[in-house]
């Protein structure tokens, strides 16, 4: 299985919904996929605007229940992924991810963008070279990206938990094309009204 593992601030809100959205396009695809939050917030539910916002869009978030970043073993992650570049500061620094599988959303799609990983039969292990590439490429980069951040919703208007839901949908269909070079066709639309 490749591992997917996203972090957000409290685990409550932009990485629950990023987490099922994936999950479910990656249906067919040897994904496992997570998510955490930086605040320990024990076994807290998702925030009722997310769960109404995943209810307007096909996700069901009623049994999410938020996890810790340091309750977890990040071991055996392929990529861990924060929604902000803060997120990634704390999975290396806190958590000890390896650096070269650890992005910003948006970081690892736009990188993913730009490699080419060799033709293989194991979709894993492109996978696996699509985000040692991304890396590769990040090197050889500018060392900062501006406007790479999910913002996060929390306390706002409807309106932004919807548009942060509609762009983590789009960000992850195009991270499941990036690491396997396809999204599988019985992927259902996410951003049904």
């Not at 229940?65 to 073993?73: E, Q």
Request: aromatic share 4%.
């Amino acid at each position: 299985m490749f591992r997917i593992l996203f972090v957000c601030t409290g685990n409550r809100c932009r990485s629950p919904v990023t987490e099922e959205q994936l999950r479910r396009l990656a249906e067919g695809l040897p994904v496992e996929v997570g998510s955490v939050g930086l605040l320990d917030l024990g076994s807290a539910p998702a925030l009722p605007e997310v769960l109404e916002v995943g209810r307007s869009i096909g996700l069901d978030l009623s049994g999410h229940r938020s996890r810790h970043l340091m309750g977890i073993d990040l071991s055996d992650m392929d990529l861990v992924v924060g929604l902000e570049r803060s997120h990634v500061a704390a999975a290396v620094v806190e958590a000890n991810v390896p650096y070269e599988k650890v992005f910003t959303f948006k970081e690892i799609v736009r990188l993913l963008r730009g490699v080419d990983p060799p033709a293989t039969s194991d979709i894993e292990e492109r996978a696996r070279m699509a985000v040692k590439l991304a890396h590769e490429q990040r090197n050889s980069g500018p060392s900062f990206t501006p406007g790479e951040d999910i913002e996060d919703p929390f306390g706002g208007t409807r309106a932004a938990y919807t548009e942060m839901a509609t762009t983590v949908a789009r960000l992850a269909r195009e991270l499941l094309a990036g690491l396997f070079g396809r999204v599988p066709s019985g992927a259902g639309s996410l951003n049904r009204r």
